[in-house]
């Protein structure tokens, strides 16, 4: 697969990422173990080399799968994981603290089964801890060896460069895809004026772009989509007219409406690196095929075109959530 490099450092991942929260966390229940292990393997081995996990996922039992998966071939590949949340879990609250990054550092090292971390996210930026102290931290255990790379995760352009001052951010992690677009407006230029990579996270909608979810779905009761307004039935409604968008370029193209959707966001900038999850070999396989779904302008003008017609209903976190981005 195609590589790209995050930030200025060289960080040299492949073109599309492995998301594995959704293996142990938030889209229902957790998948089997082994069958964990053997996806990632998988993955590898179709030339994915960039994977992200959060101590928060499970908590600490994503850590601790992607950390078994990825121990046999530990030097050929990329692992980030995340630190901000109260004791590990991401309903009780915020914390970065100084001495709460180091003390997650350690543990994630350990579930991980590796001597360093590869890209370490600030998961949510914490407005109780100056952000010059949370990259102060990390630049500690950078100095020491425990991380390689700084990352953040849906901050606000100011905090961007606040933390940038103190130590170099890599990357910059936050929800993009076709249905949600506001990063363009003030995240991209600030990335592209400080040389930072951008890791879009639930590229496919959190699957909505996948045209395999509508108003009929029935999500499982620990769905975290069941929280979310723009995935009651209403708003999958209103907003089919997205799907169709994408579904008719890709019948055009001859790929899934998957393929395209991530296709247009590599396309985008040559610094962005989506991590799309999945449980089932075949999508892994479908989302890795995307790589080599060539769109043309006539394609992109086309797209850019209908999503100029068609306004996404329904807000993207439910609004406790919601108070925890941009900052």
């Known amino acids: 697969m195609?590589?790209?490099?995050?930030?200025?450092?060289g960080l040299e991942v492949s073109a599309i990422g492995f998301g594995c929260m959704g293996l142990s966390y938030g889209y229902g229940p957790a998948t089997d173990k082994q069958q964990?292990?053997?996806?990632i393997g998988a993955a590898f081995d179709r030339g994915v080399t960039f994977f992200d996990t959060a101590e928060a996922y499970g908590p600490g039992t994503n850590e601790e799968l992607v950390g078994e998966a990825l121990q046999p071939f530990r030097d050929r590949?990329?692992?980030?994981?995340?630190?901000?949340?109260?004791?590990?879990?991401?309903?009780?609250?915020?914390?970065s603290r100084p001495e709460r990054i180091r003390e997650v550092a350690e543990k994630s090292l350990h579930r991980l089964k590796t001597d360093r971390i590869d890209i370490f996210y600030q998961h949510r930026v914490d407005p109780a801890v100056p952000i010059e102290d949370v990259a102060g931290a990390v630049k500690e255990l950078i100095g020491a060896g425990k991380v390689k790379h700084f990352g953040l995760s849906e901050a606000g352009a100011d905090t961007i460069r606040r933390a940038h001052a103190v130590q170099p951010v890599t990357a910059v992690q936050s929800e993009y895809s076709m249905w949600w677009r506001e990063p363009e407006e003030k995240i991209f230029p600030t990335l592209e004026e400080l040389g930072i990579g951008f890791v879009p996270f639930s590229p496919l909608g959190k699957g909505f772009l996948t045209g395999t979810i509508d108003a009929n779905t029935n999500f499982d009761k620990t769905d975290?989509?069941?929280?979310?307004?723009?995935?009651?039935?209403?708003?999958?409604?209103?907003?089919?007219?997205?799907?169709?968008?994408?579904?008719?370029?890709?019948?055009?193209?001859?790929?899934?409406?998957?393929?395209?959707?991530?296709?247009?966001?590599?396309?985008?900038?040559?610094?962005?690196?989506?991590?799309?999850?999945?449980?089932?070999?075949?999508?892994?396989?479908?989302?890795?095929?995307?790589?080599?779904?060539?769109?043309?302008?006539?394609?992109?003008s086309s797209i850019e075109q209908g999503l100029s017609k068609i306004t996404v209903q329904g807000d993207r976190y439910s609004p406790d959530r919601q108070k925890l981005v941009s900052r």
């Open 224 to 300: 975290f989509r069941n929280t979310v307004p723009r995935f009651t039935p209403q708003a999958r409604k209103a907003n089919k007219a997205l799907v169709e968008l994408v579904r008719d370029i890709a019948v055009r193209k001859n790929a899934t409406p998957a393929q395209i959707a991530l296709a247009w966001l590599l396309l985008r900038k040559p610094w962005i690196v989506p991590i799309p999850g999945t449980t089932k070999l075949h999508r892994l396989e479908e989302n890795i095929g995307a790589a080599s779904v060539a769109l043309t302008r006539e394609d992109l």
């Open 36 to 39: 964990g292990i053997k996806l």
């Open 2 to 9: 195609e590589k790209r490099r995050l930030g200025q450092t």
């Open 77 to 95: 590949v990329v692992i980030a994981t995340k630190f901000g949340f109260r004791g590990g879990h991401a309903d009780a609250g915020l914390d």
